[in-house]
Every structure is written in structure tokens, then in C-alpha cells.
């Protein structure tokens, strides 16, 4: 496991930390683009006729919400994380929305769970497996829970294409790198999925390729730029100073017009036969 990375490591974080990443979490799951392809997947997952659904890695809750707030979705999501801190937020954040009688959350490894084989109509790892050693553990898992045609969605970023522009494009290269480490465990896991699935037995049914990319000014990548700021001195990947510097140059190409930050990300949809 890549130890730098703090979001493998959510169950033994300081609470100033960890409130970094449930902003980050959060603000990134309100933004329009990420929001529509998160539906995206959901919708080629029919999740609104699932009664039953598993939210591996919930984090902060974004995608159980979702699946909750769809109007004809008349079923109960479970979340599952490994920081019971998460968890906590996830249950508040859900019950603040009213969506607590739909939505339940619960600490656990998604790589080994405690429930019964075919125990879910479908089963989403919603920015998960990045931030996972062995993801082939956790498809597997998610296979042995979904019930025989259930459906199993998978979104992440492919974390490898991370990109900033620099004026310095030498010492660009290398702040992306610092940031891949710092923050990533598996940064080429979603060109994987394909191969993953076929071992774990999947049936690939639908992917979604994307390429999130803004130019000129930032708007989607804020959050993640002042999440940075804080996590890659705790990742060890920069100084407090370094990373400091990184952001404020970040921010003023930004006020520049002259910003460029992309990543590419990819929604999958699976079945289980």
C-alpha cells in the first residue's frame, strides 16, 4: 500500500484531517460535473429498481445519497467505510437531507465484509479503489455480494493523467508526481477495470470514459487544490512551504487566466451472472 496516502488511511487520521477530506469529499460530490457522472453509471445501473444496495468506501456518503434521493428508488442503501468518523459524518450528512429512513452506514473493510453471498441487488465502490492496494480484493467482494444479475458500478479517476500546468514545465512534471504519490495508492487502477473484471468473473455492461479539464480559470479543481495544500505535507511528498507555494501559484494562474488543471476519469457498470 502506498503509506503516504491519507485517504488509505481515513481510520487513523487527526480530526483536523479528517474534516479536510469531508470538505473535499463534499464539495467535490456537489459539483455539476462530478454529479452527472456519478448518475451516469447509476442510470446504466437501473438503480432505481434495486431494493438493496452497497455502498463500499461510502466516505462521506455522496453516492448513497444519491442513489436514496432518486425519486423512484424505494429501497435501503448500506454505506461501508473503514473510518468510523466517516461514517459518523455520512449518517449526519444523510439525516440532514432526510434521507435517513433510506440510508444506513456502518465502519467496516470493504475488502472483507460480515454478510451473506448475494446479500444485494447491486453494489457501488464510488471513488474507492484508488486508494486500495489490492482492488481486485475488493471486486471480488463486491461479487460475492451482489446477487446472481445484480449490478456492480465502479467510478474513479484514473489518478496517473493528474495534471497542473506550471509556468516551469520541469518542475510541473514533478509537483504532479508528488501529488500522485501523496495522495493516490493505485493511480492506474481504472485502466485495469477491463482485466479486473474478467478475473473476478464480471460481465462488462457499460463504461464511461471522461476527461475533466478546465482552462483559464478553476472552478471543479479549488477544493482539491486547498485539500492539497494540507495533505502532501502529511504525505510527505512536500513541505508545509513547498506545498504552500505549489497552491498559491496554482491559484494565481488561476486569477491569471491562465490555469490548467485535468484529470481523466472513468465510470464502469458490471453484472454479476
Given at each position: 500500500m502506498n503509506s503516504s496516502d491519507p485517504y488509505a488511511a481515513t481510520d487513523r487520521l487527526d480530526a483536523s484531517l479528517l474534516q479536510v477530506i469531508v470538505t473535499r469529499l463534499e464539495a467535490r460530490g456537489k459539483h455539476p460535473l462530478f454529479d452527472r457522472m456519478l448518475r451516469d453509471y447509476l442510470d446504466a445501473m437501473q438503480i432505481d429498481t434495486s431494493q438493496s444496495v452497497l455502498d463500499l468506501g461510502c466516505g462521506t456518503g455522496v453516492a448513497?445519497?444519491?442513489i436514496a434521493r432518486c425519486s423512484a428508488f424505494s429501497g435501503r442503501?448500506?454505506?461501508i467505510d473503514i473510518s468510523s468518523a466517516l461514517v459518523q459524518a455520512a449518517a449526519q450528512l444523510a439525516e440532514e437531507e432526510g434521507l435517513g429512513d433510506r440510508t444506513e452506514f456502518q465502519t467496516?473493510?470493504?475488502?472483507k465484509l460480515d454478510f451473506a453471498d448475494g446479500s444485494f441487488d447491486a453494489v457501488v465502490a464510488h471513488t474507492l479503489l484508488s486508494h486500495i492496494d489490492?482492488?481486485?480484493?475488493v471486486v471480488r467482494e463486491a461479487v460475492r455480494l451482489a446477487r446472481p444479475g445484480g449490478m456492480i458500478g465502479i467510478f474513479d479517476g484514473d489518478y496517473a493523467s493528474l495534471t497542473f500546468g506550471h509556468a516551469d514545465?520541469?518542475?510541473g512534471k514533478a509537483y504532479d508526481e508528488a501529488i500522485i504519490n501523496g495522495v493516490v495508492t493505485s493511480p492506474r487502477v481504472m485502466r485495469q477495470m477491463p482485466r479486473l473484471f474478467r478475473a473476478a468473473g464480471l460481465q462488462l455492461v457499460a463504461s464511461f470514459p471522461y476527461?475533466?479539464?478546465e482552462v483559464g480559470k478553476a472552478d471543479f479543481w479549488v477544493p482539491a487544490i486547498e485539500s492539497f495544500r494540507r495533505l502532501l505535507p502529511k504525505s510527505g511528498v512536500m513541505t508545509e512551504s513547498e506545498a504552500e507555494n505549489w497552491a498559491e501559484s496554482i491559484f494565481r494562474d488561476s486569477s491569471d487566466g491562465v490555469f490548467f488543471g485535468a484529470s481523466n476519469y472513468y465510470g464502469y457498470v458490471a453484472r454479476r451472472p
Amino acid at each position: 500500500m502506498n503509506s503516504s496516502d491519507p485517504y488509505a488511511a481515513t481510520d487513523r487520521l487527526d480530526a483536523s484531517l479528517l474534516q479536510v477530506i469531508v470538505t473535499r469529499l463534499e464539495a467535490r460530490g456537489k459539483h455539476p460535473l462530478f454529479d452527472r457522472m456519478l448518475r451516469d453509471y447509476l442510470d446504466a445501473m437501473q438503480i432505481d429498481t434495486s431494493q438493496s444496495v452497497l455502498d463500499l468506501g461510502c466516505g462521506t456518503g455522496v453516492a448513497a445519497r444519491a442513489i436514496a434521493r432518486c425519486s423512484a428508488f424505494s429501497g435501503r442503501v448500506l454505506g461501508i467505510d473503514i473510518s468510523s468518523a466517516l461514517v459518523q459524518a455520512a449518517a449526519q450528512l444523510a439525516e440532514e437531507e432526510g434521507l435517513g429512513d433510506r440510508t444506513e452506514f456502518q465502519t467496516g473493510d470493504s475488502r472483507k465484509l460480515d454478510f451473506a453471498d448475494g446479500s444485494f441487488d447491486a453494489v457501488v465502490a464510488h471513488t474507492l479503489l484508488s486508494h486500495i492496494d489490492d482492488p481486485l480484493a475488493v471486486v471480488r467482494e463486491a461479487v460475492r455480494l451482489a446477487r446472481p444479475g445484480g449490478m456492480i458500478g465502479i467510478f474513479d479517476g484514473d489518478y496517473a493523467s493528474l495534471t497542473f500546468g506550471h509556468a516551469d514545465a520541469v518542475q510541473g512534471k514533478a509537483y504532479d508526481e508528488a501529488i500522485i504519490n501523496g495522495v493516490v495508492t493505485s493511480p492506474r487502477v481504472m485502466r485495469q477495470m477491463p482485466r479486473l473484471f474478467r478475473a473476478a468473473g464480471l460481465q462488462l455492461v457499460a463504461s464511461f470514459p471522461y476527461v475533466l479539464a478546465e482552462v483559464g480559470k478553476a472552478d471543479f479543481w479549488v477544493p482539491a487544490i486547498e485539500s492539497f495544500r494540507r495533505l502532501l505535507p502529511k504525505s510527505g511528498v512536500m513541505t508545509e512551504s513547498e506545498a504552500e507555494n505549489w497552491a498559491e501559484s496554482i491559484f494565481r494562474d488561476s486569477s491569471d487566466g491562465v490555469f490548467f488543471g485535468a484529470s481523466n476519469y472513468y465510470g464502469y457498470v458490471a453484472r454479476r451472472p
